[in-house]
């Protein structure tokens, strides 16, 4: 019992009488039996309450809250996990780095596509090929990876080890892959997609693993930034590589990365799927281990069980949770915004090369520095203001609850136990509730760039505005990733999955057909159409935000009755036995 249940209306463990209550602090007392010094609990007496004054046993006036810890002798719950807070973020760093991969083995190639045809004595057309490829892989090979990585009997560890071996092992081929087999850059292309594009399905869910409710924005946005920061820095190492060294430079380059990260890895990475692990104090098998257990350092084992599964984990039955409406609904009003960016993104050269012909090649790889930088800025922003609201949100409702400002402001706080969502009685709508300005400022940022372009403004003005249109990307991505992360708990690496297919998909047609449209009606009618398909995607947002709770509830219930008829069958299993 909290100190907040000794004033709460309604109190199941308080007895009312006429001129004081005595509260029985949990500890099975009858109230008459506490006149009785001798049966006093030992560790503090019990509360009087008058009138607002606190009296204790002793007769002494005193906060309530000062003497709360003393009297109910209630241990604070535990922490949400057995990591401390530097181990914490390094492990959300490592995640981001191995993120990392998935934009930039598709960024970097881009530069060297010319050249490759040219090796190769393709059209651009067929070299192109390889690009859609790797978008179709990179979509669908999430969903194998994140079910195994959800599975209690594999983990995370052993998936971000197989899928950096592969993209490591990939590249070593694309290097070596003679000039006069076109199928084989093809198929070793699908391969590298396989490897590189699961780490961020798998990054999601060990954040997922380790972040508190009330921290998740932050930790999930800066587990993003490795992965916003690629499509900017990619271009710009590939255009080096491939123009001082060769394409194939760009292969040796993807090899090295993932190899030095994958060793950092295999050393130093801890099992964290809580399936297996709990909190993180329970160890995992002995082959799925770090070698160094350094982010184990302090992390006892206390005897305590791992989270039971929930469901099955394969790639059926991620594909079962689009059943879910509410899932559907967050994947698609994620995926749009994504799209439209990425058709600024793979415009961006040919943009600025329509405002200023000048510039050279090395000058486009530069261009795009700034979109990073408003992917940095926009994670570290958006994180930090989504996990304050939900905070603000959680006091507010106690408050309204009854609880005085201060315990309200405590409670706040907690992110440990059954305690993380007190007082939250719609999280789809306190998740989602700073949408409305995220997205009305995506819109109008997208339809201003469009203008701008066409008009032929100055450069800086085009480079500011892909610059705010990717910061308000991030911030519409994170607080849909991190409801989705609340309303499936234990399945991180499959709903990132699921957020990797309809992202990946949607914008691999949008970036097939973005320069038909820009040839046909111009960029300032292009950009403005793709804001009004913004403006008219929101209220699925608002549908959400208001009948998001329902479905959730009509889930659980779902959950609950497929749980009761499994241990059924089991039971009759066991009788017939």
Not at 416 to 440: D, M
Request: net charge negative.
């Amino acid at each position: 019992m909290t100190t907040s249940d000794l004033t709460r209306p309604g109190s199941e463990d308080a007895t009312d009488t006429t001129d004081a209550t005595v509260v029985d602090m949990g500890h099975g007392h009858d109230p008459a039996e506490t006149a009785d010094d001798s049966q006093r609990p030992t560790d503090g007496p019990p509360i009087f309450e008058d009138e607002g004054m606190h009296i204790n046993g002793t007769g002494a006036v005193v906060e309530l809250s000062e003497q709360a810890g003393e009297v109910t002798g209630e241990a604070k719950p535990p922490p949400y996990t057995a990591f401390k807070r530097w181990q914490v973020w390094v492990i959300v760093y490592m995640a981001s780095i191995a993120a990392l991969f998935s934009p930039l083995s598709s960024n970097i190639y881009f530069p060297a596509i010319p050249t490759v045809a040219t090796a190769f004595n393709v059209s651009i057309e067929l070299i192109n090929v390889t690009v859609t490829v790797y978008m179709i892989l990179q979509g669908v090979s999430p969903m194998v990876w994140g079910s195994l990585a959800d599975w209690e009997k594999c983990g995370r560890r052993p998936i971000y080890l197989a899928c950096l071996t592969l993209l490591c092992l990939s590249c070593v081929g694309l290097a070596l892959t003679p000039t006069n087999d076109y199928w084989l850059l093809v198929l070793l292309r699908c391969v590298q997609a396989a490897g590189s594009a699961s780490s961020v399905a798998v990054s999601v869910g060990t954040i997922m693993d380790i972040a508190p409710p009330a921290e998740r924005g932050t930790m999930l946005a800066m587990a993003n930034i490795g992965a916003l920061v690629a499509p900017c820095i990619g271009p710009i190492i590939g255009g080096v590589l491939a123009g001082s060294l060769s394409w194939r430079a760009i292969f040796w380059f993807l090899c090295i990365c993932s190899g030095v990260v994958g060793i950092v890895e295999f050393l130093l990475m801890p099992e964290t799927l809580r399936t297996i692990t709990g909190d993180g104090s329970v160890p995992a098998q002995r082959w799925n281990r770090p070698i160094l257990p350094v982010l184990l350092k302090g992390v006892k084992d206390e005897g305590k069980s791992p989270e039971v599964p929930r469901g099955k984990n394969n790639p059926i039955e991620i594909l079962k949770l689009f059943r879910n409406v509410d899932l559907c609904l967050l994947l698609w009003t994620n995926s749009v915004p994504y799209a439209v960016l990425y058709c600024i993104l793979t415009t961006a050269s040919e943009t600025l090369l329509v405002v200023m012909p000048s510039l050279t090649e090395i000058d486009l790889g530069l261009c795009y520095l700034p979109i990073g930088a408003g992917g940095i800025v926009g994670a570290i922003i958006s994180g930090k203001l989504i996990d304050w609201d939900f905070r603000n949100a959680k006091k507010s409702a106690l408050l309204k609850q009854g609880l005085r400002d201060k315990d309200a402001a405590e409670k706040a706080q907690d992110t440990r136990g059954a305690g993380k969502y007190e007082g939250i009685e719609n999280i789809e709508r306190t998740r989602l509730r700073l949408s409305p300005y995220c997205w009305a400022g995506y819109v109008v940022i997208t339809v201003a760039y469009g203008w701008a372009a066409n008009a032929k403004v100055h450069i800086a003005v085009i480079l500011i505005l892909q610059f705010l249109a990717i910061s308000q990307v991030i911030a519409i991505f994170t607080m849909s990733q991190t409801l989705l992360m609340d309303l499936f708990p234990g399945r991180g690496a499959s709903i990132s999955a699921t957020n990797n297919v309809t992202r990946c998909l949607l914008a691999a047609v949008m970036v097939s057909i973005v320069d038909f449209i820009i040839n046909a009606v111009g960029l300032g009618w292009t950009y403005t159409i793709l804001a009004a398909w913004c403006v008219v995607t929101y209220p699925l947002v608002m549908l959400e935000m208001a009948r998001g709770h329902r479905w959730r509830e009509q889930r659980a219930e779902r959950d609950r009755l497929q749980e009761e008829r499994k241990k059924q069958r089991a039971a009759e299993h066991n009788v017939s036995s």
